[in-house]
């Protein structure tokens, strides 16, 4: 199983970035993706996921700001980012996994990672 990440880079506050992943090696139309983010200094934090079902969910802090969507057909997932922020600057992972709800949140309940792409946001 492998997750590839891409799409990152240096914007302006305000400005934009389109995340994308594609996992590959097997079928996961019923499994979880997400992505978190790892600051310097800081521990890894839950950005979006959506599950399975197409259900979304967000951290309050991206909420309104950050879109996820998936295309199962693809297995792939996107993360649209707009008004960003300083405090969005962060390598961003994508993650696989068939946890239940109360996991999708946390590292944990994620079973495979991509490499990670930075994402640096500029005042």
């Known amino acids: 199983v492998q997750l590839q990440a891409f799409g990152g880079g240096l914007v302006q506050a305000g400005g934009s970035l389109r995340l994308s992943c594609a996992a590959s090696?097997?079928?996961?139309?019923?499994?979880?993706m997400g992505w978190f983010r790892q600051a310097p200094g800081k521990e890894r934090e839950f950005v979006a996921a959506?599950?399975?079902?197409?259900?979304?969910y967000y951290a309050d802090s991206v909420k309104g700001r950050f879109t996820i969507s998936r295309d199962s057909a693809k297995d792939t997932v996107n993360l649209q980012m707009n008004s960003l922020r300083p405090e969005d600057t962060a390598v961003y992972y994508c993650?696989?996994?068939?946890?239940?709800?109360?996991?999708?949140?946390?590292?944990?309940?994620?079973?495979?990672w991509g490499q990670g792409t930075q994402v640096t946001v500029s005042s």
């Open positions: 959506v599950r399975y079902s197409g259900n979304t």
């Open positions: 090696g097997r079928t996961f139309s019923n499994w979880n």
């Open positions: 993650a696989l996994g068939r946890a239940i709800l109360s996991y999708l949140r946390v590292p944990d309940g994620y079973d495979y």
